[in-house]
């Protein structure tokens, strides 16, 4: 089976530039109805912080069939945190995304998770991480297991899905499965006239959403189940509690 897993990072808009949130006003709802539409469950990596600003869209995303997992407590870098300190947030985070659902899946803010914390997440009940990507040093090819947690790797960064249309199915079809794909919500705004890094400005909004839809078109035509991240796990042959 081929697996392709639909993931978005919730959070402010474009951090560490922006405290805005326009992204969950208005971009998480559109992506929500879009996969709606289009009859696909993903993934919705929440910061605590969001999910307590808007406690509705966390509802919704469980209660549409989605993945909820945790992005951290503030979109804080774990990296630079004390053992300590790290855990503590991951311990307050887990215990706010628990109040909306189920939280098995994991993903570090900046994909930035020292190995000293894996451990951590054990002990909080998380059964998948997807933290580390193929494009990042170690650069890891291979889904496998660490203790009890199945680390599954993004597949291209985020910006990959708003290139033009020819160039995304050109790197698309040279992944190799299972592929995971991730966003924020804030892409599926116009962000054209903020002052951020050109990455987090091209091609977002009415733009960026259109092409998440021929991703999923692409996807199903190639032959792909697109799932949650907790259950590609399952489907790739680990016992994980999703």
């Given at each position: ?234 489907l790739l042959g680990y016992e994980v509690n999703c």
């Open positions: 089976m081929k697996i392709a897993v639909l993931s978005f990072d919730v959070e402010q808009d474009c951090p560490p530039y922006l405290s805005s949130t326009r992204g969950m006003e208005r971009g998480l709802p559109r992506i929500l109805d879009l996969l709606a539409e289009e009859r696909v469950k993903a993934t919705f990596f929440f910061t605590a912080e969001m999910a307590q600003l808007f406690p509705r869209l966390a509802r919704r995303v469980v209660d549409e069939g989605h993945e909820l997992g945790s992005h951290g407590y503030m979109h804080e870098r774990l990296d630079k945190l004390s053992l300590f300190e790290a855990s503590y947030l991951l311990e307050k985070a887990t215990a706010v995304l628990s109040r909306f659902g189920m939280v098995r899946s994991f993903r570090a803010p900046n994909l930035q998770l020292p190995d000293e914390l894996l451990p951590v997440l054990e002990k909080l009940g998380y059964s998948v991480d997807s933290s580390l990507a193929r494009y990042k040093p170690p650069f890891p090819r291979v889904v496998r297991r660490v203790g009890r947690i199945v680390r599954i790797p993004v597949s291209v960064t985020s910006s990959v899905l708003r290139l033009p249309w020819l160039l995304q199915q050109f790197i698309h079809k040279r992944l190799t499965p299972p592929l995971v794909y991730f966003a924020h919500p804030w892409e599926y705004v116009d962000m054209r006239n903020e002052l951020v890094r050109f990455d987090c400005r091209f091609n977002t909004g009415d733009a960026a959403l259109e092409l998440l839809r021929k991703l999923i078109v692409l996807l199903r035509r190639e032959g792909y189940t697109i799932v949650t991240l907790c259950e590609a796990a399952r």
